[in-house]
T-cell receptor
């Protein structure tokens, strides 16, 4: 069964803290994505990666960085958390075939920055 | 104008009803289109792809209108279990699977 896991379901951090969100997929997918989902704004792409050590900025990369050292793992880093980064963070992965293939999502991490 | 727009709803419909949602997109070069379903407090999951000729999967029918730049989802004989938020997804031209999600349309099927 396809599986994308995220390190935490709920996380509370303080302003200025460095935050790591981990995502692991067991489907040997090349592509991995980080989104945030906010009411009224939908899912917005932060970063994506199409190969190990490769990364591309999405629509809202400011304040975030990513790391992909291994194919199965894609980490999202908030260098200095701010209250406007309070959100639901969703990781996804997909195989590389064709123009687009189904994205499989993890359960999400609800991050609150105080 | 937003890249992908949906009516947020909610659409409240009785069981057995037929309901349709539309989604408009702004980039005429968009190539691929999809509907995802997201249950409350859950992650999105692919419901169906939308093909140029239209496609059907059981009670669900998806249509694409390139001239008017919108896609639609029709649900027949609504079930309580269809209650969810339906996300329209558009793949912009230009590789690496970068897609844009709509904000979703909420459907509530009432007994």
């Amino acid at each position: 069964d396809v599986k994308v896991t995220q390190s935490s379901r709920y996380l509370v951090k303080r302003t200025g803290e460095k935050v790591f969100l981990e995502c692991v997929q067991d489907m040997d997918h090349e592509n991995m994505f980080w989104y945030r989902q906010d009411p009224g704004l939908g899912l917005r792409l932060i970063y994506f990666s199409y190969d190990v050590k490769m990364k591309e900025k999405g629509d809202i990369p400011e304040g975030y960085s990513v790391s992909r050292e291994k194919k199965e793992r894609f980490s999202l880093i908030l260098e200095s958390a701010s209250t406007n980064q309070t959100s639901m963070y969703l990781c996804a992965s997909s195989p590389p075939r064709g123009n687009y293939y189904e994205q499989f999502f993890g359960p999400g991490t609800r991050l609150t920055v105080l | 104008r937003k890249e992908v727009e949906q009516d947020p709803g909610p659409f409240n419909v009785p069981e057995g009803a037929t309901v349709a949602f539309n989604c408009t997109y702004s980039n005429s070069a968009s190539q691929s289109f999809f509907w995802y379903r997201q249950d409350c407090r859950k992650e999105p999951k692919l419901l169906m792809s939308v093909y140029s000729s239209g496609n059907e999967d059981g009670r669900f029918t998806a249509q694409l209108n390139r001239a008017s730049q919108y896609i639609s989802l029709l649900i027949r004989d609504s079930k309580l279990s269809d209650s969810a938020t339906y996300l329209c997804v558009v793949n912009q031209s230009g590789g690496y699977q970068k897609v844009t999600f709509g904000t979703g349309t909420k459907l509530q099927v009432i007994p």
